[in-house]
């Protein structure tokens, strides 16, 4: 119990002492820039903030005013080298996927063909290995290219954000 009322006093504390903080704003640091143009890192500190602001809400992003002219665009590069990167994934998903799933009815039409199904044994390894690749398949379309998807929406939010000095 006495743990817990210290962590609401902290709380508490956080809540008065961070009063203007708001949640769709993402501050960027002197030190996420190097030679004028934003860093892997402080590109990775904005697309983890971003990903706690819903896609309804504007995002809010101060940067400090040195280096106010050069980060949309330096922003807009590395975007552009993510988003390639995340078309060009979503393509070699898909077609990962669509090799499983061939490979999936392959063995399963080949079972039935070939004779083998009226061996038990090699009947179930093979129904067992064959209903595996339509799985990942499945997997890798479902789960994999809506992350990827995700990901796509978050730059674009990121870059559909209002930008402020400071």
Do not use: C
């Not at 590109?43 to 280096?67: E, F, G, N, T």
């Not at 050069?70 to 078309?87: H, M, P, T, Y």
């Not at 009947?123 to 499945?138: D, K, Q, T």
């Amino acid at each position: 119990m006495r743990k817990k009322q210290q962590f609401r006093e902290i709380e508490r504390q956080l809540k008065t002492k961070y009063r203007n903080i708001r949640e769709n704003e993402i501050i960027v640091r002197d030190t996420h820039f190097d030679d004028g143009r934003i860093t892997k890192v402080g590109y990775l500190s904005l697309k983890q903030q971003a990903d706690y602001i819903p896609i309804y809400d504007v995002i809010m992003i101060k940067v400090p005013k040195d280096h106010e002219n050069d980060f949309k665009s330096s922003l807009e590069l590395v975007a552009a080298k993510e988003l390639i990167r995340i078309k060009k994934d979503i393509l070699s998903t898909s077609i990962i996927g669509l090799i499983f799933f061939v490979l999936g009815v392959s063995l399963l039409i080949i079972k039935e063909v070939t004779g083998l199904s009226s061996q038990k044994i090699i009947n179930e390894i093979l129904l067992i290995i064959s209903w595996i690749f339509i799985w990942s398949s499945a997997e890798k379309v479902i789960f994999e290219i809506r992350r990827f998807r995700n990901d796509r929406l978050n730059i674009f939010h990121l870059l559909s954000a209002t930008i402020k000095t400071y």
